[in-house]
């Protein structure tokens, strides 16, 4: 089986910053694109940010300048470093991966989700 597991997510000051990881884990063939979105109650999710397996990344209007994706092929994690954080970043963030496992099933896989609070 496949798993997506976050970490990193807190309470921070505006203006602070914050680093999100995600790991990839279990019975992977292959990693296509990675990403990262929010969601705050009453509101759809949206993205974030993403990135191709080979290193093209992609960046919300609201985030650009202030948030960086990163990830790395040979341990399947991908990154979100947090800059200038706005209390209109506060949402629950999700990690997000197309991923086709050792039997060749592909589709998208979600992580549990992880708080990140932008408060004084």
């Known amino acids: 089986q496949v798993q997506l597991v976050e970490s990193g997510g807190g309470l921070v000051q505006p203006g602070g910053s914050l680093r999100l990881s995600c790991a990839a884990s279990g019975r992977i063939f292959r990693i296509d694109t990675m990403g990262w979105y929010r969601q705050v109650p009453g509101k759809e999710r949206e993205l974030v940010a993403n990135i191709t397996r080979g290193g093209d990344v992609n960046y919300a209007d609201s985030v650009k300048g202030r948030f960086t994706i990163s990830r790395d092929n040979g341990e399947n994690t991908v990154n979100l470093q947090l800059n200038s954080l706005k209390a209109v970043d506060t949402a629950i963030y999700y990690c997000?991966?197309?991923?086709?496992?050792?039997?060749?099933?592909?589709?998208?896989?979600w992580g549990q989700g992880t708080q990140v609070t932008v408060s004084s």
């Open positions: 997000n991966a197309d991923i086709t496992n050792t039997i060749l099933t592909r589709r998208a896989y």
